[in-house]
């Protein structure tokens, strides 16, 4: 089986879907690998390494669907890959497919794609080994990004989260207690915020409140919670979780309406929506906007800002499903291993997630396991 690893052009998209220490280890194994020449430069990989690892290089992402069996991307799929989308190719990337064109999915199922979203890729018992460490990643990042939009000269509040003798600290909310929402609190409380955690899941909330020490508030999710915390925080970071569905509006306009001036919210859910009713997508270059006196950072693909670190973790995590799919051949390794299988969103042109299907007005057609 071939391997293509795209050069990304979309939105300063700086990662890359694999690095040359995952070429070789896949070159060894038996692949045969292709690399769009500068796929790897903005995180610090140049062409030469990945063909001393044992790559082909390729000069053109025309060529580089052209030559391949699996493409591996980072970003989702934009209009301008469409005409170069081979018949039954596969394709793994951040997916988002509710977010997308319906021009994508018409091309999905008339070229017969089998199209896998890392951000579901997700084992029997309900963890995603890929999100793992993206999401740890971007909980980190919100809480500095926040922290650099509080200051004076990018348009914030002006005020230092932790407290000093005299000043008490500042607050963070965070909404949602998973995988991002948890390196965030680690994150916030590190630099001695008052941290506020709301989510629906009691057990989720009881463990950070056990590791924590009683150093951080927790809030059942409802409507009155989240309007109390909304209201009384400098920083809110939105990490609702949505499992490759849209993501529940669960902050409204009137909640943003009552946030203290120039207070910033960071929408991590924003790659499926958003959690706040007030986002809207922004990118790298220009991350912020202003409404109702609040700073919004909403930038869908935020973890490209650090990107060597991002392409380690991507590349080293998909090396298990890369191996077994080389053993066992893509058709059977999405119907007989798990964290595949939930990672499907397509098979062969057929929909295999029932909220897709619904979303587009498709046949929903389940993935049948041996």
């Not at 008339?110 to 029997?124: A, F, P, R, S, W």
């Not at 409204?252 to 009713?277: F, T």
Request: hydrophobic share 40%.
């Amino acid at each position: 089986m071939n391997i293509g690893i795209l050069h990304e052009r979309r939105n300063q998209e700086h990662r890359v879907a694999l690095t040359p220490a995952g070429v070789f280890h896949l070159v060894k194994y038996g692949y045969q690998v292709y690399l769009e020449s500068g796929a790897g430069q903005d995180s610090g990989w140049s062409d030469e390494q990945y063909v001393k690892a044992g790559a082909q290089l390729v000069f053109s992402a025309q060529e580089l669907y052209g030559r391949s069996n699996l493409v591996m991307k980072v970003s989702p799929l934009e209009l301008e890959d469409l005409p170069y989308i081979q018949e039954g190719q596969s394709i793994f990337s951040w997916q988002h497919l509710v977010m997308r064109d319906s021009k994508i999915i018409k091309t999905i199922i008339e070229k017969e794609l089998t199209v896998i979203g890392y951000e579901i890729i997700e084992d029997l018992f309900g963890n995603r080994p890929i999100v793992t460490y993206v999401a740890e990643i971007a909980g980190y990042m919100a809480v500095i990004t926040s922290l650099h939009y509080l200051q004076n000269e990018t348009g914030g509040r002006a005020k230092m989260i932790a407290g000093i003798p005299g000043v008490p600290q500042g607050s963070i909310t965070v909404l949602g207690a998973g995988l991002t929402g948890a390196a965030a609190v680690r994150a916030a409380t590190g630099i001695g915020a008052y941290v506020v955690v709301i989510d629906k899941d009691l057990e989720k909330m009881r463990r950070l409140d056990d590791k924590y020490h009683g150093r951080i508030s927790t809030f059942y999710a409802n409507h009155t919670n989240i309007a109390k915390a909304v209201g009384f925080s400098d920083v809110l970071i939105g990490a609702v979780a949505s499992h490759g569905d849209l993501a529940p509006r669960v902050v409204s306009q009137e909640m943003v309406q009552s946030m203290k001036y120039r207070a910033v919210i960071a929408d991590l859910s924003i790659d499926q929506g958003g959690c706040v009713e007030t986002s809207r997508p922004t990118t790298l270059a220009d991350p912020v906007f202003v409404e109702h006196d609040v700073v919004h950072y909403c930038v869908p693909n935020m973890t490209a800002n650090v990107s060597r670190t991002t392409s380690n973790a991507l590349s080293n995590s998909m090396m298990r499903y890369l191996e077994a799919i080389k053993d066992l051949g893509l058709d059977k390794a999405l119907i007989t291993i798990p964290c595949l299988k939930n990672g499907a969103f397509f098979f062969k042109g057929r929909c295999v997630k029932e909220y897709i299907a619904r979303r587009f007005d498709l046949i929903f057609e389940p993935l049948k396991s041996e």
